[in-house]
């Protein structure tokens, strides 16, 4: 008995990945020595049975339909009988599609995402590279003012200070540190940006709140006087524009600060807030168990009290109202949000918002914060629309960050990571899977060099505050930086370099990855690299737009090829710290092109590869059968 359904190839499902509302399509598999052969398909809690047909071609049996007129998850597998014994067939146990294997039992079934096309992704956003700012943190501008501090705040004399958690002794912050970084001093730095090519800003919070992070909004209406003012903003708007540079901002919705004008736990704002009377006009917006010390908050983290997004009253001042906080920072300059905890906003909220930004702006982009495959991440017990085509038009890509890195440290092979590569490029529809934000580094995380030099095996009695790489330990990160952030700016989706990173800043978790950015001790060599990717990746419209195909290959050698009507290119990425590997295949042959980053021709068959090196070879026009 023989049983095959690969769902990405195209001989066993046509058309490839995720589909529009309504759209055909054609399932077929390749089995002998079986009888009673049918499809289950599973949508919207319905699960219908089909019998399948045997094709022209010998031992192949097919079917086509038409998928579903509303969006969703088309799950199917597939079940038959074998010498009077049935079976099942489905993907593997890890649920991410491609070549399946037969069960005895209910096996795990192959997805098809379902969408209706509403919009095509604008290009200023697909074809950008992105880089985030945790703005106390980047630069002090020429407005920067002590006066504009809170009364409780701590302020670092020097930029080079390390940052500090000042704690109460239940572990709660007792007073923030701050830099003082504000919004011209982003504006003083615009053209250090371009110089990176940099066409999108994303800002960590900017809104009043009294924590250096700004997820605890005091006042959604008013930039921290810290960072500046609205004129502060929308001259940044306007300096960002005339270099073709769109600001995205992040919205902080699922939950405010408990010191904000709408809790105002402290008495710090002249309004009545929530917590200080049941006749507040803020009270609906938040859920009391017992009030007023005891209420929903995010984490547990009483500081950050959470909202009642689906209060009508919420929902008009975020972004149904003519002057809420999504029309009002759009009109100031905003091109785009990214919603911080997306999965901690309710889908009609997050629809609701995205409407909103279409009426302001039809080439507004909405982002959001989730960890996992968002074609199908459950949240509180409810599988998530993200990608209904009436919400999100990208996420965060940390999957690509994750796996990456662990394939830089050898803890993922190559085949392993072109799999869950696969599988996004899979269960995404096309233009999400090309607007992912594609992350190494963030607030959230550990700075990569930290990561990439594997700091942690030689922490030893060395506290995260002063630890730094030794000068061997540094050299092997950067290294394994130039390979992986070659990947990530040769990979589909959209780039995102997270400050610093470029200059050779280090740190490990939260506050020491929020260092200040280094100016005047950048690392050249580093610097110039990014300098030199970036511009590569403005220069090629393949890298922007290009479909993707990856390569089976040794464990080490992460192989791609990337295509569009102008140019076909071959990228390979060797992790071995020591072994040069060589890689041929047969549809190379032949084949001659021109190394990117060396800029010397090289012959395709085989291609060399030297310890912790890559090549991204332009394929020469008709040198070889695959163009």
């Known amino acids: 008995m023989k049983f095959r359904h690969h769902s990405w190839e195209l001989a066993f499902r046509s058309p490839f990945g995720a589909l529009p509302i309504g759209n055909a399509v054609t399932l077929r598999v390749y089995a002998t020595e079986i009888e009673k052969l049918k499809l289950r398909t599973f949508f919207d809690n319905q699960e219908v049975t089909h019998p399948m047909i045997k094709s022209r071609d010998i031992n192949y049996w097919e079917i086509t339909l038409d998928m579903p007129t509303i969006p969703g998850i088309f799950w199917y597998d597939f079940s038959f009988e074998s010498r009077g014994r049935a079976y099942a067939y489905g993907t593997q146990h890890d649920h991410l599609g491609g070549e399946g294997r037969i069960y005895e039992t209910k096996p795990p079934s192959f997805q098809i995402t379902v969408y209706d096309p509403q919009r095509q992704s604008p290009a200023w956003y697909t074809q950008g590279i992105m880089y985030q700012i945790f703005p106390d943190r980047f630069h002090r501008g020429a407005d920067f003012d002590l006066n504009n501090f809170h009364r409780d705040a701590m302020l670092h004399p020097n930029w080079n200070d390390t940052p500090h958690y000042f704690r109460e002794k239940d572990g709660g912050i007792k007073y923030w540190d701050f830099f003082g970084g504000t919004l011209e001093g982003i504006t003083e730095k615009l053209d250090y940006l371009q110089s990176l090519n940099i066409t999108i800003l994303y800002l960590n919070p900017i809104f009043k709140s009294r924590s250096n992070h700004r997820y605890d909004t005091g006042d959604y209406m008013t930039i921290d006087p810290a960072l500046g003012t609205q004129e502060s903003f929308e001259k940044l708007a306007f300096e960002c524009k005339k270099r073709g540079i769109a600001i995205i901002l992040d919205g902080v919705f699922s939950h405010t600060g408990d010191d904000s004008l709408y809790f105002n736990r402290y008495g710090n704002y002249p309004e009545v807030g929530a917590s200080q009377s049941k006749e507040s006009d803020y009270y609906p917006w938040y859920i009391f168990s017992d009030y007023p010390d005891t209420y929903s908050c995010w984490w547990g983290v009483d500081a950050m009290p959470n909202t009642d997004e689906m209060h009508p009253n919420f929902q008009a001042f975020i972004y149904k109202s003519k002057d809420s906080v999504i029309r009002h920072w759009m009109t100031a300059g905003a091109s785009g949000w990214r919603l911080d905890v997306a999965d901690e906003l309710p889908d009609p909220f997050i629809k609701g918002l995205k409407a909103a930004m279409l009426e302001e ?93 594997e700091a942690y095996k030689f922490l030893g009695n060395h506290c995260h505050k002063t630890y730094r790489l030794d000068d061997t330990q540094y050299a092997l990160a950067v290294k394994r930086l130039k390979l992986l952030s070659l990947i990530q700016f040769t990979f589909p989706g959209v780039p995102c370099l997270y400050y610093g990173d470029e200059a050779g800043v280090q740190g490990f978790e939260d506050p020491y990855n929020r260092r200040t950015y280094p100016w005047g001790n950048e690392d050249p060599d580093l610097l110039a690299w990014y300098r030199m990717i970036t511009k590569l990746r403005t220069e090629h419209s393949v890298f922007q737009n290009g479909t993707w195909k990856p390569y089976e290959a040794s464990d080490d050698l992460f192989v791609f090829e990337r295509r569009n009507e102008d140019a076909l290119c071959f990228c390979l990425f060797n992790r071995n710290t020591r072994a040069v590997h060589l890689f041929k295949h047969p549809d190379f042959a032949g084949c001659e092109g021109l190394d990117l980053i060396s800029g010397e021709a090289v012959a395709l068959n085989p291609i060399v590869l030297q310890p912790l090196s890559s090549v991204i070879v332009m394929v020469t026009p008709h040198s070889c059968q695959l163009i």
């Open 361 to 453: 702006n039809p080439d507004s982009v909405l982002i959001g914060e989730v960890w996992e495959d968002a074609s199908r991440k459950v949240a509180y017990d409810e599988l998530r629309t993200y990608f209904s085509g009436y919400e999100l038009d990208a996420v965060m890509n940390y999957p690509f960050r994750e796996t990456f890195i662990d394939f830089i440290l050898g803890d993922k092979s190559s085949g392993l990571a072109a799999r869950i590569m696969m599988s996004l490029y899979e269960h995404y529809p096309r233009d999400q899977f090309m607007g992912n934000m594609n992350l190494i580094g963030s607030h959230d995380r550990r700075r990569i060099l930290n990561v990439l030099g």
